[in-house]
């Protein structure tokens, strides 16, 4: 039986990191070793872990490294004490249905195309609406986006297949193939789309995406139905730019040139109906961002 390392990632989410760390505990699936990281929280977190759940490995960093530092010193920590075969990476605010951990060592144990897997994730288990299937990119219309978000769930995606992508808050990837690629990319520091750039880069090495319907998730920290996040936002819109830059060919950046303009005036549209002069600015400020490290960089965007 496989053995599997479960990186959950924490900041400032006490009772979520909780909730997620319970779900855990009733996995059917027993050959795991769970490594907590907690990005400096400061809200109680570290305690808290401690005292509900004095198992688990706990790796405080001094200062919050982001999600792509704070994932990546987890499995530096974890290869000094553990062997693996393959890696979970679980965010704060994600649950585990109580077989899914199963069906994605499953899915790779059973398919050599595939080196990375995810389930069928939900706002909440209470819930039939969902957060994501997996992602698709359609780089030409200047598109990546979660299949079914938001949507209710009547069965649309019951169907195992490979996707593009998935979302980092909760997939399964072959430690073997984690090394190959050098886990998250620093480029994309702090956060936001590194977790497409790992899957595009796997495909390009012929490792494939695979989405399997019945593994369960939660993901609590969806951005539907809260309002835009300006750190967010900026961090989104200088990292997609660098997504597009990184992996489509000329012809695609021909033609994202045309529409990734048309659809940020939408979004700057909606922000604006919406009153959030904010998450504009912020907007602004990524595309500003990408535009200097490029320019920076002889016309290289990293």
């Excluded at 994730?121 to 359609?138: H, N, P, Q, V, W």
């Excluded at 695979?210 to 939660?218: E, G, K, P």
């Excluded at 959030?276 to 490290?293: E, P, T, Y």
Aim: aromatic share 10%; glycine share 8%.
């Amino acid at each position: 039986m496989q053995q599997v390392l479960v990186i959950v990632l924490n900041y400032n989410k006490k009772e979520m990191v909780l909730e997620c760390l319970r779900s855990l505990e009733k996995q059917a699936y027993r050959r795991c070793v769970v490594v907590v990281v907690d990005n400096a929280s400061t809200d109680g977190s570290q305690a808290a872990i401690v005292k509900h759940h004095p198992h688990i490995d706990l790796l405080c960093c001094d200062t919050n490294l982001g999600a792509i530092g704070g994932r990546n010193a987890g499995v530096e920590y974890a290869r000094r004490k553990y062997s693996f075969d393959y890696l979970l990476f679980l965010d704060d605010d994600a649950e585990v249905g109580i077989d899914s951990i199963q069906k994605l060592v499953n899915a790779l144990n059973t398919d050599e195309s595939a080196g990375i897997a995810c389930g069928k994730t939900y706002i909440s288990f209470d819930s039939d609406i969902l957060m994501s299937a997996g992602i698709r990119e359609k780089f030409y219309l200047g598109l990546c986006y979660d299949r079914g978000a938001g949507k209710k769930d009547i069965g649309q995606f019951d169907k195992d297949e490979y996707v593009d992508a998935c979302g980092a808050f909760a997939f399964m990837i072959r430690s073997s193939l984690f090394d190959v690629l050098e886990g998250f990319d620093n480029a994309f520091t702090p956060y936001g789309w590194e977790d497409v750039d790992l899957c595009l880069r796997a495909r390009a090495r012929g490792s494939l995406t695979r989405y399997i319907h019945t593994a369960t998730f939660v993901h609590k920290g969806t951005r539907l139905g809260r309002k835009p996040l300006p750190v967010y936002e900026r961090n989104k819109a200088r990292h997609y730019l660098l997504l597009i830059s990184r992996h489509t060919t000329i012809f695609q950046k021909l033609s994202a040139s045309i529409f990734v303009p048309l659809r940020g005036l939408v979004l700057f549209a909606r922000f604006a109906r919406q009153g959030n002069l904010q998450a504009i600015s912020a907007q602004m400020k990524g595309i500003r961002d990408f535009i200097h490290v490029r320019d920076s960089n002889g016309g290289k965007p990293e």
